[in-house]
């Protein structure tokens, strides 16, 4: 088994998805807009509240030129320096505490995604009950030593990381103390396309593995998730927003309040239907039987009389012989008078 806890919520195959809400740098550098986004995720039913633990900093160089600058026009961010980008969308390390107070009382866990040393240390001074590793730091070993080292949960997404490197990635997580694993499928574009989401590699993944797995889903609406959870997911993490018309770093790809609502009850819709392997008559469904098609009288018949497709067909409710014995039926004889709606039963037979 590779279910297991994070705080009182239960991971794995036998609960409900844990359903992440991803505040990221929608705050727009508001702590007023963060604790309204806790809020709106805690009365949307999201799981827990996670946030991004760095600083411009801790993440690169302040240089506006070559490599450091985005270029691309197919990017979100493209005309911004990667420093610019930074300073913009950090979580102020200040907000922190509020912010995982406001989610307590809310009844949300709430964790981080740190991306060095520096704070991971200061997440531990916050108690926070699990790590997330993000896709473009799941090759920085050093830091997954340092994370698996607190022997907390750790996630991890696998945007663009190969088997070898996630082969590479679980032995250092693992080696350094980490007992509670999950692996996110991720697709490392904003937004990404259902079309590259490949959910089926959620199965291959437990199996390669052999830890909890899920999905970082940067795709619009609820439809990738939902189908991931078909395929065994048993955590999602969406970016979440107030609203985003009113922009902010990731707004464009976040989910709203009403769609986070409905991803956390059309998620637990997806996992309940999975069930098992069934066939055969359901104790909900036993009611239901009376309603299939079954042999009738269809005119009232003499005794003697015999069985002809005028006077013996096969309809609703199922309370006669079934259907298939109709050819056997016809010219044998009824064994008595038989009224017009009476079901017929071998006891009426000749």
């Known amino acids: 088994m590779t279910s297991f806890k994070i705080g009182n919520r239960s991971i794995g195959a036998d609960a409900p998805p844990f359903i992440i809400a991803e505040m990221s740098g929608n705050h727009n550098q508001s702590l007023d807009v963060a604790l309204h986004i806790v809020e709106a995720a805690a009365k949307a039913g999201a799981h827990a509240l996670k946030l991004q633990t760095y600083t411009a900093e801790t993440m690169t160089l302040d240089l506006s030129e070559g490599e450091f600058f985005i270029k691309d026009p197919n990017s979100l961010w493209a005309g911004s320096s990667l420093y610019a980008l930074y300073e913009k969308a950090h979580t102020p390390w200040e907000w922190h505490a509020p912010i995982f107070a406001r989610a307590k009382e809310l009844g949300m866990l709430a964790f981080s995604t740190p991306f060095d040393d520096t704070a991971v240390d200061f997440l531990e001074s916050l108690d926070v009950p699990a790590y997330k590793i993000a896709s473009f730091e799941n090759t920085d070993l050093p830091l997954i030593r340092r994370v698996a080292a607190t022997g907390k949960p750790l996630i991890i997404s696998t945007g663009m990381a190969s088997i070898a490197e996630l082969d590479e990635t679980v032995r250092a997580a693992r080696e350094a103390g980490c007992k509670d694993l999950v692996l996110l499928k991720c697709t490392s574009t904003y937004p990404a ?102 042999l009738y009288i269809t005119q009232d018949m003499a005794a003697g009389e015999p069985f002809t497709v005028a006077n013996l067909r096969a309809i609703r409710p199922g309370l006669g012989l079934a259907p298939k014995h109709a050819e056997t039926l016809l010219g044998r004889r009824a064994r008595q008078a038989i009224k017009r709606g009476t079901p017929l039963d071998w006891s009426l037979v000749e």
């Open 193 to 294: 396309t259902p079309a590259n989401s490949n959910v089926r590699t959620l199965p291959h993944l437990r199996e390669l593995f052999g830890c909890e797995v899920g999905l970082s889903d940067h795709s619009m609406g609820v439809g990738v998730s939902v189908a991931a959870v078909a395929l065994g997911a048993t955590v999602i993490e969406k970016h979440f927003t107030l609203d985003r018309a009113a922009g902010g770093v990731d707004a464009s790809f976040s989910l709203e309040p009403a769609e986070l609502a409905s991803l956390v009850i059309e998620t637990e819709r997806a996992w309940q239907a999975m069930g098992q392997v069934h066939y055969g008559v359901t104790q909900a469904e036993r009611k239901s039987l009376v309603y299939r098609r079954s």
